[in-house]
């Protein structure tokens, strides 16, 4: 089965700043991949699809790159609202198996 | 707008089944764009995708879990069901459904229910 590896699996950084997460798949998965944000005690919220379309709704600071194996999620100027966890997810068709990479904490310095 | 709610009890005693039963509402789940799919997470750690089910029926399962789970639908209730047998402690966890977008090709989860807490314990 294809695994994802996030990195790093926990970040500090501050208001305004750019933050990148990566996302590195065991095997090739195309467009694949999808990220997350989850806050304590809520449900995740799709931000991105297919590694770069932005979820309607979904703030522009958001965005998404990659294709292949690695790929990235970059907030460019960071909200209080932003601090969550971020988790990245494969859809892989053959198997048909949607695994989750290991989540990220953002955390306000 | 589209809604879920999972629903079912909140205890089970281990080696028995766990039942839970999501409910959509504002939309159809007999949608032919989407499957719809079980996610869990135990306490302070990520989520394990579970499994999906298209309201034809057909289903795709977790390796990991295959052998345990079975994922159901009623389109005349417009639900889908989640069973997993011989539960241990390690099935301890919030379970969310949520919408499956599938255009040709699986697609990302873009619709979840809030998550129901189901602790394993006699």
């Known amino acids: 089965a294809i695994q994802l590896t996030q990195s790093p699996s926990s970040l500090s950084a501050s208001v305004g700043d750019r933050v990148t997460i990566t996302c590195r798949a065991s095997?090739?998965?195309?467009?694949?991949l999808a990220w997350y944000q989850q806050k304590p005690g809520k449900a995740p919220k799709l931000l991105i699809y297919?590694?770069?379309s932005l979820e309607s709704g979904v703030p522009s600071r958001f965005s998404g790159s990659g294709s292949g194996t690695d790929f990235t999620l970059t907030i460019s100027s960071l909200q209080p609202e932003d601090f969550a966890t971020y988790y990245c997810?494969?859809?892989?068709?053959?198997?048909?198996?949607?695994?989750f990479g290991q989540g990220t904490k953002l955390e306000i310095k | 707008q589209l809604q879920l709610q999972e629903s079912g009890p909140g205890l089970v005693k281990p080696s028995e089944t766990l039942s839970l039963t999501c409910t959509v509402s504002?939309?159809?789940?007999?949608?032919?764009?989407?499957?719809w799919g079980w996610i869990r997470q135990p306490p302070g750690k990520g989520l394990e995708w579970i499994g999906s089910?298209?309201?034809?029926?057909?289903?795709y399962y977790n390796p990991s879990l295959k052998s345990r789970v079975t994922i159901s639908v009623d389109t005349s209730k417009n639900q889908f069901s989640l069973k997993l047998s011989s539960v241990t402690a390690a099935d301890t966890a919030v379970y969310y459904c949520?919408?499956?977008?599938?255009?040709?090709?699986?697609?990302?989860?873009?619709?979840w229910g809030q998550g129901t807490m189901v602790t394993v314990s006699s």
């Open positions: 297919d590694a770069s």
């Open positions: 949520a919408r499956q977008r599938w255009y040709q090709l699986p697609d990302a989860f873009d619709i």
């Open positions: 095997q090739g998965i195309s467009s694949a």
């Open positions: 089910i298209y309201y034809s029926g057909s289903t």
């Open positions: 997810q494969q859809f892989n068709s053959y198997p048909h198996v949607y695994s």
């Open positions: 504002g939309g159809s789940i007999s949608s032919s764009s989407y499957y």
